[in-house]
């Protein structure tokens, strides 16, 4: 169902690969809602994805860029102005990738220029997006940013590697930026802390089954879908949520801030 929330409205969306995508989701409900639509991902990513197949379901205009190029930032910037006819209103940040996760080092032995590029991918590329668009004054006021992002940036999963540094640093940057943002032009910026969630670079995590499993057991109302996390999406880029500025939204049926769970406690009741 449309609400017509994001009539009018023009965005960016980074880090769509395929269907299973978070971010793919997110431009299709965009679309649906109203809103024009540039795509951008890394040269590579293209490659292996569906892009195009997404581009001409939300008739959008693909840009590649490295996301951690400031050159390729600038450009990008520049042209999804010139194909829209001016400031966009929202971008959605969905980048991650860890080189030590894809090798298999654990954390205890991590490779630290490894670790440098899992910096630069997953969280600096915020840094450096919003800074292009901030020096081009890219963004319409009350504008909206959105990082993904996961609770291991603040709780303790082995497995996720130093993806949780990076997803640290990425919710540290949203805070920063969404006060000099905020006080400039009026745009907010935000992080979604989503469920474990089915996608391509999710489930490469090792033990993300168990993840899964274990977070839908805790969670009041279950894992939230990646539908689920595009409709979230869609209501903090639109009007309806203009003061949301510098938060970590956790997007989890409640698992955040659940101690235990009856399932969890007759599961472990049996054991014993």
Known sequence: ???????????????????????????????????????????IAMRMGKIAELAKAVNAEIIPADATSMDDLTKLVQQTMEIHGGKIDFVLHSIGMSPNVRKNKHYTDANY????????????????????????????????????????????????????????????ITRSWGYHYGVKKKVRVNTISQSPTYTTAGSGVAGFDIFFNYAEAMSPLGNASADECADYCVTLFSDLTRKVTMQNLFHDGGYSFTGVSEKMMELFAKKS
């Open 1 to 43: 169902m449309s609400y017509n929330l994001l009539k009018g409205k023009k965005g960016i969306i980074f880090g769509a690969l395929d269907e299973n995508s978070i971010a793919w989701k997110v431009a299709m409900r965009c679309h649906e809602e109203g809103a024009a639509l540039t795509l951008s991902n890394a040269p």
């Open 113 to 172: 220029e490894f670790m440098a590029k899992t910096m630069d991918i997953s969280a600096l590329s915020l840094h450096k997006i919003i800074q292009a668009l901030f020096h081009a004054d890219a963004l319409n006021e009350n504008g909206s940013i959105l990082g993904l992002t996961y609770i291991a940036a603040q709780r303790a999963f082995p497995n996720y590697n130093d993806m949780a540094d990076a997803k640290a640093l990425l919710e540290s």
